[in-house]
């Protein structure tokens, strides 16, 4: 809204969703922002997402133009949120920083043990938020992790990608699920593809976030139980899930929606960037791996 009633141009002008060209903004209103959900970060960062139901798109856009002005984090605002989307923001949360985790370079322990101090502060006060929803110092914590997750804090220098949430948007456009039980739903899938071909970053969130000893075991294997332990946290609180736990039923879709995943998210339009690079055909497995 802010960007609309500014530059006066269809907000599509400015996502990109495949199109050649992508207008960039030159101005927009100040934003203040007033989060009432502990999930997406946008009370600390730029960016946002906008759906399209007729073409079944679901893309990212953003400018520091639209970094709000100034952000008021109340967490007495968050003890109404239902359980239900208390528990889809803390895996959004979760995500946001994960994704960096597993994609960025190596050698970078400082931003990886940020990305895993916001994971444990969320696995650690999520159930206690479900379980007494106006606890403030949960709620407290919880919004502390939304905001810094996209803030630039966590990950500056490690790079990375977001080829989860590019599959949950084509997910989310075609069946309208919430965005947090999305990526709960493809994150262990999505995991279980990868960490074979990335044993030692797996292996080190094992260690670092689920205390796994190292002794006698290789990377692969260690790598292995953190996945474990992962499905094990979703189970938890209610994520672990099938699509059929979110009514999807059958695969017709499937194609297209990893085709749009590859015209909106892969820079090369070949391939999603991820350790083991996710091609269509991959995502469309990754899809049915969770059926």
């Not at 970060?41 to 856009?61: C, L, R, Y």
């Not at 919880?142 to 990950?155: K, P």
């Not at 262990?188 to 006698?216: C, H, N, Q, V, W």
Request: aromatic fraction near 10%; hydrophobic fraction near 40%; glycine fraction near 6%.
């Amino acid at each position: 809204m802010a960007l609309v009633a500014a530059e006066n141009h269809p907000i599509w002008d400015y996502v990109n969703h495949g199109q050649p060209v992508v207008k960039k903004p030159l101005t927009a209103l100040p934003i203040i922002e007033i989060p009432t959900l502990a999930a997406t970060g946008s009370e600390a960062n730029s960016g946002g997402v906008i759906t399209n139901w007729e073409t079944h798109e679901k893309a990212v856009f953003g400018s520091p133009l639209l970094f709000p002005k100034v952000s008021i984090i109340d967490p007495e605002l968050t003890v109404t949120v239902p359980e239900e989307y208390t528990i889809d923001g803390g895996i959004d949360i979760i995500c946001h920083v994960m994704e960096g985790f597993f994609t960025g370079i190596d050698d970078t322990p400082i931003q990886d043990r940020f990305s895993l101090a916001v994971v444990r502060t969320v696995m650690d006060c999520l159930p206690v938020a479900v379980k007494e929803p106006d606890n403030i110092s949960a709620r407290s914590n919880l919004s502390w992790a939304s905001a810094v997750a996209l803030s630039g804090i966590i990950g500056p220098g490690r790079r990375g990608s977001y080829p989860l949430h590019a599959m949950q948007h084509a997910l989310s456009a075609y069946y309208d699920i919430s965005h947090g039980r999305g990526l709960a739903l493809l994150l262990p899938y999505l995991m279980e593809y990868t960490y074979p071909t990335r044993p030692s970053k797996y292996a080190f969130m094992a260690r670092e976030l689920f205390g796994i000893d190292p002794e006698g075991k290789s990377e692969l294997e260690q790598a292995k139980l953190g996945l474990e332990w992962m499905i094990d946290f979703l189970r938890s609180v209610g994520r672990f899930m099938k699509m059929k736990d979110v009514g999807i039923t059958d695969d017709s879709n499937f194609e297209k929606m990893a085709e749009v995943t590859i015209r909106i998210y892969s820079p090369n339009k070949q391939y999603l960037v991820n350790p083991r690079p996710l091609y269509k055909e991959d995502i469309i497995r990754i899809f049915r791996m969770a059926m």
